[in-house]
């Protein structure tokens, strides 16, 4: 089975290793790929937006299966391309995806079919946002309605921190076309949860749950990253907060898609506060989270094209998904600046220290290979290295002693990832 990959970071190389793992892959292709995917697949350079070439390729190399692991592509209806030319492909849909395109529309469908959530509004208008901020109660949550790199989301804590995240976002601009419409929503306390799911159209399959660490600084200090390391699973999400969350939210998103003609295949990725109140929706992904899937993807059993092909095909009802029963912990080796302006281009030792070691991975985000062979940072995000262990306290030991194998200049990382847990 010939399979392309789309996408060019971590969570695309997590996806990679999975898919490396079956015994039904016989080539894999990846579009653009990293300097670390490029050592179990073929890279190909074609960009992830690049739909017409993307199918074109898929087309003339016999691909029995592409996989989009990217928010972007999906959002602007790489799918449907592909499902137009006869092609097998992973993924919602153009006129799915918008779950995660759009907050303000999955806000609406929550509100409409009764799924637990934050209560908000929703604002084309600066003026009008700024109004409404005047009578809200603070702490408040502003999110720019669009993609914005799972960084368009401002916690405000006073009303003057408020009226600035207006301007940053409608105003200013910052998160580019993200920021035309906004929803500010109620500020929710209590322990987050990822939870990562394949669907069918019809039927959902949870896989082990997460928790993302999003902000750059130990202690959930500084700003917001795409992610700066995670574990698996969340010893919060016990069986009672999976059952509630099985009966009003999980199988309830999926049947509300489908009753709005908006059929979801591909994966759900679901962002929950577990409140006072019982657990709510954070936010929608339309994708494998990252670095969620660092640390979800290394323990499930199951063979994935087994499960991704069940989703195209409408079969999921026939699989049930296997967990090992342990834990994994991924830890962002970033480059010292992120979020805001760093330095790239500086070579990476160390990672042959990982070859042949059970339970540990190294990967790839943010790399290239020079000409000469070198591997070097090229993003904000470099590497993601994740670790099993027995328990939490095991595999966070292991990740971040494998952390020290690998050296570049500029290299930074939290040193508490998974520690409030491992405590508590």
Request: net charge negative.
């Amino acid at each position: 089975m010939k399979v392309l990959i789309v996408g060019g970071g971590g969570r695309e190389h997590a996806i990679a290793e999975c898919v490396a793992k079956s015994s039904r892959a016989d080539k894999i292709y990846c579009a653009p790929g990293n300097a670390g995917i490029e050592k179990i697949a073929e890279c190909v350079p074609i960009g992830a937006m690049e739909f017409e070439k993307l199918a074109e390729f898929a087309k003339s190399h016999a691909v029995d299966l592409t996989i989009i692991g990217m928010d972007d592509p999906l959002a602007a209806g790489i799918v449907d391309v592909f499902e137009e030319a006869g092609l097998n492909v992973f993924g919602p849909r153009k006129n799915a995806a918008i779950l995660e395109g759009s907050k303000a529309f999955s806000k609406d469908l929550m509100k409409k079919y009764g799924i637990p959530t934050a209560a908000y509004e929703t604002f084309d208008d600066p003026q009008e946002a700024l109004l409404y901020l005047e009578t809200a109660r603070m702490p408040i949550v502003l999110k720019a309605d669009g993609l914005a790199l799972g960084k368009g989301v401002l916690i405000c804590n006073t009303l003057e921190e408020a009226k600035a995240g207006v301007k940053e976002i409608m105003q200013d601009k910052k998160f580019g076309s993200a920021g035309n419409h906004m929803v500010i929503e109620e500020f929710m306390t209590g322990r987050e949860v990822s939870v990562l799911s394949f669907v069918d159209g019809k039927t959902i399959r949870i896989m082990s749950s997460a928790q993302d660490h999003k902000r750059a600084k130990d202690g959930d200090l500084g700003l917001n990253t795409g992610g700066m390391g995670t574990f698996s699973p969340s010893p919060f999400y016990t069986k009672e907060v999976d059952a509630f969350c099985q009966e009003h939210i999980y199988q309830k998103t999926v049947d509300a898609m489908a009753a709005e003609g908006r059929e979801y295949k591909g994966v759900i990725f679901f962002g929950l506060m577990l409140t006072e109140d019982g657990p709510k929706v954070l936010e929608f992904n339309a994708r494998f989270g990252d670095p969620e899937a660092q640390v979800v993807l290394p323990r499930m059993k199951n063979d994935i094209l087994d499960v991704m092909e069940a989703c195209v095909d409408g079969t999921l009802d026939q699989l049930t998904l296997e967990f090992e029963d342990n834990a994994a912990v991924c830890v962002v080796l970033a480059s010292d600046g992120y979020p805001v302006s760093y330095e790239k281009g500086f070579a990476i030792t160390g990672e042959e220290h990982f070859a042949g070691k059970e339970g540990y991975y190294c990967f790839h985000a943010g790399t290239r290979k020079n000409e000469d062979g070198t591997i070097v940072t090229n993003g904000g995000r470099v590497l993601g290295i994740t670790a099993k262990g027995a328990d939490l306290k095991e595999a966070r030991a292991n990740a971040y002693a494998a952390c020290e194998w690998i050296f570049f200049e500029n290299k930074y990382m939290r040193t508490d990832i998974g520690k409030a847990i491992e405590e508590a």
